[in-house]
């Protein structure tokens, strides 16, 4: 068992970006932070040391090589991650687990994120 992602936690970029998931589905929360569902991470852009974005704790370093450099951050992929939930679901969609990660694409090409902090540790599932 692992625990769930709720509002509130955050994700990294291969390229030392940190972003926090502001928004979590309010018809199951934990402490009153909604569970994250898979598919909402989708669209998710980590911001840039230039251009930062909301829920933005750490910008992505993703640049082309010129001088100067253009800041091209990661940008969470639209297909769905590994790392849902078997068993709870919200809506028919599932939650996502401290396990999660996903593909990005960036200025550097493709990538991967992960959970750098679930926002919670008290609700586990498979």
């Given at each position: 068992?692992?625990?769930v992602?709720?509002?509130?936690?955050v994700i990294e970029?291969v390229?030392q970006?940190?972003?926090k998931?502001?928004?979590?589905?309010?018809r199951?929360?934990?402490?009153g932070?909604?569970?994250?569902?898979?598919?909402?991470?989708?669209?998710?852009?980590?911001?840039s040391?230039?251009?930062?974005?909301?829920?933005?704790?750490?910008p992505?370093q993703?640049a082309?090589?010129?001088?100067?450099p253009v800041?091209?951050p990661?940008?969470?992929?639209?297909?769905?991650?590994?790392?849902?939930?078997?068993?709870?679901t919200?809506?028919?969609?599932?939650?996502l687990?401290?396990t999660a990660?996903?593909?990005?694409?960036?200025?550097?090409?493709?990538?991967?994120w992960?959970v750098?902090?679930?926002?919670?540790?008290v609700?586990e599932s498979?």
């Amino acid at each position: 068992m692992t625990f769930v992602l709720v509002q509130g936690a955050v994700i990294e970029c291969v390229h030392q970006g940190k972003l926090k998931i502001m928004a979590g589905d309010p018809r199951v929360t934990v402490k009153g932070k909604g569970v994250v569902l898979g598919g909402s991470e989708a669209g998710l852009t980590f911001g840039s040391p230039t251009v930062p974005v909301p829920g933005m704790i750490t910008p992505c370093q993703a640049a082309t090589t010129t001088t100067p450099p253009v800041f091209q951050p990661c940008k969470t992929a639209a297909t769905l991650p590994v790392g849902l939930t078997l068993k709870l679901t919200v809506g028919g969609k599932p939650a996502l687990l401290a396990t999660a990660s996903g593909a990005t694409v960036s200025g550097q090409g493709p990538g991967i994120w992960k959970v750098s902090d679930t926002g919670q540790n008290v609700l586990e599932s498979l």
